[in-house]
C-alpha cells in the first residue's frame, strides 16, 4: 500500500470526513430554515477544533454496529446545550459513513487517475524505442512466432488505459435519506439537502438515496479490481522476462532492491511481487463487494458492514501497485541482445512455420512442414543457422531462391501487423 494514502484514509481521516458531512448538513438546513441563523458556523467553531477521541470512537463501535453511532453522540455532546437538537438532524447512521467513504475515496481516485496517466506516458515511451525490437512470442508458456516489445508494452498500455477510462467514469454520490431513506418527517426538503449536500462536498447527487441500492460500491470495486489485473499483468509479464535463462528484461536496479536474504547473487523481481500481491487482495476484495450487492430491505444487515474495509483496502492497494507500475515501466532495464537470443534458441526453429509456408508450393504442405522441422532440429543440435541447413537438405538446395530462404529466416522480417499495432495503439492512448 502507498504509505502516504494510509496516512491520509487512517481514523483520523474518517473522523474528519464525518464531521465534514455533518457540518455541511446543518449548513444546507441552516439555508432552508430548519436551522436558526449562525447555528451551523457556531457548531463549526465549537467541533472544528475540539478533541474528538478516536480511541473511544472505535470502542463505541462495538455496541452500536458502525462509526457513526459514538462519532455522533462524542462530538454532540461537545456542542452547546442550545444546539444539540440541531446535530445530525434528519441523517441516519449509513448517511454519515457512506459520504464520509465517498469524501475519502474523492482525492484517492484522483491519485489513481495520475498514477495511471504517467504510467501512460512510460509507456508510450517504451513503444516508441522498441516498436521494432524483436523478441519471442510464446503462447502457453512456449516459443511460438516472433513479435516485438512494442506490441508487448502496447497491450499493457492498453489494459491500463481501458482501466483509467472505466475509473473515471466512476461516480462518487452523496448519501442522505435518513432512517428509512424517505427523509422522513421533512418531506421534501430531504431531497433538496441531499442535492445541496453534494453540491457543498463536492459528490455527485444521486437518483435516489441508495442504502440498499449499492450500484455505486459494484461500479467503484470492479472498476479498482480491473485496475489492479492490468497491473498484474504487467507484473507477470515482467517477472516471467525476468528469470535467469530468459533475461530480457529487469526490473529498474536501487540499492537493496531485489536481494535474498541467503543468495546473493539473485536479484528478485520484488516489485512484480508487490504488484502481484496487492491484485491478488484486490481480487478478493472484490469479491466481498459484489457479494453485497443484493442488501435486505431498507438496511443491510451485515452486508454494508462488510464493505468498509474492503472498499477503502481497495483503493489503498491499487494506488501502492501504481506506485510501483510507474516506476517499474519508467525504469525498465530491456535487452534487446538477449531477446535475439532467444529468437535462436530453437536453431531457428522459431521460423518453421514461414519456411513452411514458402516451401509448400514446390514440395508440398505435408512434406514442408517436414523438412522445416528436421532442418530445425539439425541446426539446434549441430548449432548452425538454420537458413544454412536449409539450403544444404537435399529437398531445397536448387529448388527455392536462397534469398527468399534467408528472409524465411529472419524473425526481423516476420512480426506481421507488429509496427502498425503500436501506431495504433499510440493514437488511441492519446485521444485522451
Known sequence: MSQRAVAECDDAAMVRAMLAFELALAEVQE???????????????????????????????????????????????????????????????????????????????????????????????????????????????????????GVKVAHWAIGLEQSRRRLDEVELPVQFGGAVGVHSGWETLGLEWMDALAERLGLVVPVLPWHTDRYPIHALGTAL?????????????????????????????????????????????????????????????????????AQPLERGLGEWHAEWAPLMESALLVEGALEQVATLLEGLEIYPDHMQRNLAATGGGIMAEPVARLLAPTLGVERAKAVSAEAAETSRREARPYSEVLAEHHDVKGNVDTDALCNACDPALYLGSGAVQVMRAKKWLEMH
Open 31 to 149: 439555508a432552508s430554515g430548519a436551522v436558526p441563523d449562525g447555528v451551523s458556523q457556531q457548531m463549526r467553531e465549537q467541533l472544528e477544533h475540539a478533541h474528538l477521541s478516536v480511541a473511544e470512537i472505535a470502542e463505541g463501535i462495538a455496541s452500536g454496529g458502525n462509526v457513526a453511532i459514538p462519532f455522533v453522540k462524542q462530538s454532540r455532546a461537545l456542542l452547546a446545550d442550545e444546539h444539540k437538537r440541531y446535530w445530525h438532524q434528519g441523517a441516519t447512521s449509513q448517511d454519515v459513513v457512506d459520504s464520509a467513504l465517498m469524501l475519502l475515496l474523492k482525492p484517492r481516485l484522483a491519485a489513481l487517475d495520475k498514477l495511471l496517466l504517467r504510467c501512460r506516458s512510460a509507456a508510450l515511451k517504451l513503444m516508441d524505442t522498441h516498436i521494432g525490437t524483436p523478441m519471442v512470442g510464446r503462447t502457453l508458456m512456449q516459443q511460438a512466432l516472433p513479435i516485438t516489445f
Open 225 to 293: 479490481d480491473a485496475v489492479a489485473g492490468a497491473a498484474e499483468k504487467i507484473a507477470l509479464d515482467v517477472a516471467l522476462l525476468t528469470q535467469t535463462e530468459v533475461g530480457e528484461v529487469a526490473e529498474p536496479s536501487a540499492p537493496g532492491m531485489g536481494e535474498s536474504s541467503s543468495m546473493p547473487h539473485k536479484r528478485n523481481p520484488v516489485r512484480s511481487a508487490l504488484i502481484r500481491g496487492a491484485a491478488r487482495q484486490v481480487h478478493g476484495h472484490t469479491s466481498v463487494l459484489i457479494n453485497a450487492v
